[in-house]
């Protein structure tokens, strides 16, 4: 199987893993967060919208089975899909008694088209009896882990109130590599005060973990979260289209080769997105990226016979 990508697409390894397309189905578990419920703090990440991050997931007052039913008919009434990935998406999908988690995950993993399940959450909530939990799932389907850590700098995560250490989410990588769970990290380009240089040293610090995987999520501002408040208050430098995605591309090139690429730059709700407006444009976005690694390839002498726009 060829990979048409310049860097290990997550697309290119389901094909290979699972011999196809696998389509991802973004779950509400029916959590908060210690950010929002008084245990840190009760206004979220500083970016964070009302969902939770969950905004395209389903809604918490159905079932994890009636979710997973209405995303895979939405998704089937435009292409022809077979496997899935259960995704809880919303929120901290760890911060919960483990009797509850045990009962939506094993929910989602008993539905026969799902392949993955994928928990979104954040590193200090992986208890040792949470741990125990999804390492006894993930003997009966692979399940990934997804950690928000979004920058290495201090001053940074003080400001946007993530309201860990890198300490600690060094440890909940450790844990879970322990456990044989593989770790998808999350990271945001674009963080108000953070230099270009920064942003790569974040990316070079991830590809030196043991993670399977990373998401590159471009700074979405949003109305009705205090980052979008400030903005609109007193808007701070945002990427243009072509910086974002040179800068995408460095950091591409920073990343060791088996590490899989879950996303180069993200869906900001349109309703709610206040800039920058050029990122609506997901694909035209994507498009840019792949024609910049193409350049980058063709100065360098690789690819030399593929000159051409695949898109």
Not at 88 to 104: C, E, G, K, M, V
Request: aromatic share 10%.
């Amino acid at each position: 199987m060829w990979n048409e990508k310049r860097y290990y697409s997550i697309d290119f390894y389901l094909k290979q893993t699972f011999g196809e397309k696998v389509y991802r189905l973004a779950l509400n578990g029916g959590m908060t967060c210690p950010n929002r419920d008084g245990t840190l703090g009760r206004r979220g990440c500083i970016f964070c919208s009302p969902a939770g991050s969950g905004d395209f997931a389903g809604q918490s007052e159905s079932s994890i089975s009636e979710q997973l039913a209405a995303a895979k008919a939405q998704i089937r009434s435009k292409r022809n899909c077979r496997k899935f990935i259960a995704y809880f998406q919303a929120y901290t999908n760890t911060y919960a008694p483990t009797d509850y988690l045990r009962s939506i995950f094993m929910e989602a993993i008993a539905d026969p088209d799902v392949v993955i399940l994928s928990i979104a959450t954040r590193p200090d909530c992986l208890s040792p009896e949470i741990l125990t939990l999804l390492a006894e799932l993930n003997q009966i389907k692979p399940v990934w882990i997804e950690l928000g850590l979004q920058t290495i700098h201090p001053d940074t995560s003080r400001f946007i109130r993530s309201g860990f250490t890198l300490e600690c989410f060094h440890q909940a990588v450790s844990s879970l590599t322990k456990f044989h769970i593989p770790v998808v990290v999350h990271v945001i380009l674009g963080l108000p005060g953070e230099s270009r240089e920064q942003m790569l040293e974040t990316v070079r610090h991830v590809g030196r973990l043991n993670i399977f995987g990373i998401k590159l999520q471009l700074l979405h501002v949003l109305s009705g979260t205090d980052l979008g408040a400030l903005y609109t208050q007193s808007p701070f430098p945002l990427f243009s289209q072509d910086e974002y995605c040179e800068l995408v591309a460095d950091c591409l090139e920073q990343l060791p080769d088996h590490i899989t690429i879950h996303r180069l730059t993200g869906d900001g709700p349109k309703q709610l997105l206040l800039a920058p407006l050029w990122s609506s444009a997901k694909r035209s976005v994507l498009n840019q990226i792949e024609r910049t690694m193409k350049l980058r390839d063709t100065w360098q002498g690789k690819y030399a016979d593929d000159i051409t726009d695949i898109f």
